[in-house]
C-alpha cells in the first residue's frame, strides 16, 4: 500500500507527460499488475475530462452599467470624503462636535460669570479646570478642523490597508508596498 | 496560457497594453479589460465559492480594486495573474466571512437562513457515469475540497492555467502546486468513485 502512495504522488506528472522516462517505465509496470491504482488512475483521466468540459457561466446582462454605476459612486466618495464616513461615523462625528461646542459654551459663560464679579462658589476642581482652559483647552475653529482632516486621513489609510490585505506578498511585491 | 487567452487572435491587444493604456487614463481600455475577464473571472470565483450571486459580486468587487488601485500594477508580472490574485483573495476573505457568520449562527441556534448552499453529501445513486461526470456532482466534489486544494484544481483543470502562473497568483513554489493539484485530484477521485461502482467495464469514455 506504501508502495501504491508512492505511485499515486506521480499521478500528475504521468498525466502531464512530465515524468522521466524511468519512473514512468516503473509507474506502467506497477499499473500492470496493481488493478485498484489502475482503476484509481482511470477514474482521475473521466474526472480530470469532466472538469475540462464543466458548463461555463456567463455574467449577468446588467454587469458592465453595475460596475460602471459602483465606480461612479466610489469616484463620488473620493471627491467628497466625508460621505464615506460609515454608518455609526456620522452620528459619532455629530455627538462628538455637540459635545465640544457644549464644553465651549460652559466654559465660556463660566469665564463670563467669573469677570462679571458674582460671588458665586467655584469648585477647587473647576477652579483649576477654568485655569487649565485658560492656558491651552480653548480651541479655535482653526484647531479643531484638522482634527476632522485626520480621522479622514485614517479611513484612507485602512482603505489602502484593505487593499494590500487582499494581495499576497507577490502582489505587494508588485504594488510596492 | 488559459484557454480563453489561447483562442484570443494573434494580432490582438494584450492584457498588459491595455492596463497601460488604462494608466494613462484611457478608460476605453479597461472596459476592454472588464469585457475580457469578466466571464473567466466568474467562472473561477463561482467554482470557488459555490454561489453565482456571490460570484458575480467578488468579480465586480475585483475590477472596482483595479480601477481603484490601476497604478499598483507593474508589469513585472501579467496582468491575469494580478487580476487573478486580487479575485482569489477576495473569493477567500468571502469564504472567511461565511465561516465567521456560520460558527456565529450555530452559537445562536439560528439555523433556518442560511446565506449560501451547503452542498449535499446525500447524492442521488441512481446517476451513474456516462461520457463524463454530471457538472452538479463535479461542483459539489469541487466545494468539498479544502480551499488549498479547491483552488489549484479550479486554475489548473477547469480554467487551464499553467503550473507557473498558478504559482505565481497563488505565490506557492511550483513543487506546491503539483502536490496540490495531484492530493486534490486523488480528493475528487475519493469523493466520486461512487460513482463507478457497479459500472459495466468499457461503457465510460476513457481518452488515456
Not at chain 2, 448552499?117 to 456516462?130: G, L, N, Q, S
Request: net charge neutral.
Amino acid at each position: 500500500m506504501a508502495e501504491c502512495d508512492k505511485f499515486r504522488m506521480q499521478f500528475t506528472d504521468y498525466l502531464d507527460g512530465e515524468l522521466p522516462v524511468a519512473e514512468r517505465t516503473e509507474l506502467e509496470a506497477h499499473l500492470a499488475i496493481c488493478e485498484s491504482c489502475a482503476e484509481t488512475l482511470r477514474q482521475i483521466r473521466i474526472i480530470q475530462q469532466s472538469l475540462q468540459n464543466v458548463p461555463t457561466l456567463t455574467t449577468s446582462p446588467g454587469f458592465e452599467t453595475r460596475l460602471h454605476q459602483m465606480i461612479r459612486e466610489q469616484e463620488t466618495r473620493s471627491a467628497f470624503p466625508f460621505w464615506s464616513f460609515q454608518g455609526w461615523k456620522v452620528p459619532a462625528m455629530g455627538s462628538a462636535l455637540v459635545l465640544a461646542s457644549l464644553g465651549l459654551f460652559l466654559v465660556f459663560n463660566h469665564q463670563e460669570e467669573a469677570t462679571s464679579g458674582k460671588a458665586t462658589y467655584i469648585p477647587a476642581a473647576a477652579q483649576i479646570s477654568t485655569q487649565f482652559n485658560k492656558q491651552s483647552v480653548t480651541p479655535s475653529p482653526a484647531q479643531v478642523k484638522p482634527v476632522q482632516e485626520s480621522e479622514i486621513a485614517t479611513q484612507d489609510t485602512l482603505m489602502e490597508e484593505d487593499t494590500v490585505q487582499i494581495n499576497h506578498r507577490q502582489v505587494q511585491f508588485i504594488t510596492g508596498h | 496560457m488559459t484557454k480563453t487567452q489561447r483562442t484570443r487572435r494573434k494580432h490582438e491587444v494584450t492584457d498588459e497594453e491595455l492596463i497601460a493604456r488604462f494608466q494613462m487614463g484611457d478608460v476605453q481600455a479597461f472596459d476592454a479589460l472588464v469585457r475580457r475577464y469578466k466571464d473567466q473571472l466568474l467562472n473561477f470565483v463561482f467554482r470557488f465559492v459555490g454561489n453565482r450571486t456571490d460570484a458575480e459580486d467578488i468579480v465586480q468587487e475585483t475590477f472596482l480594486r483595479v480601477y481603484k488601485n490601476k497604478h499598483y500594477y507593474k508589469e513585472i508580472a501579467k496582468f491575469s495573474t494580478w487580476v487573478y490574485t486580487i479575485a482569489g483573495n477576495l473569493a477567500k476573505t468571502e469564504l472567511r466571512r461565511r465561516k465567521r457568520h456560520k460558527i456565529f449562527s450555530v452559537s445562536n441556534f439560528v439555523n433556518e437562513e442560511k446565506d449560501y448552499d451547503i452542498p449535499d453529501t446525500e447524492i442521488a445513486p441512481d446517476r451513474k457515469v456516462d461520457e463524463t461526470i454530471k457538472e452538479d456532482y463535479i461542483q459539489k466534489a469541487i466545494e468539498k475540497l479544502p480551499p488549498k486544494f479547491r483552488e489549484v484544481i479550479i486554475l489548473r483543470d477547469i480554467q487551464g492555467f499553467a503550473y507557473e502562473e498558478i504559482s505565481q497568483i497563488l505565490n506557492i513554489p511550483l513543487g506546491t502546486v503539483k502536490s496540490r493539484v495531484n492530493r486534490g485530484r486523488l480528493k475528487l477521485q475519493e469523493d466520486l468513485k461512487f460513482l463507478f461502482e457497479n459500472e459495466p467495464k468499457g461503457t465510460v469514455k476513457n481518452e488515456g
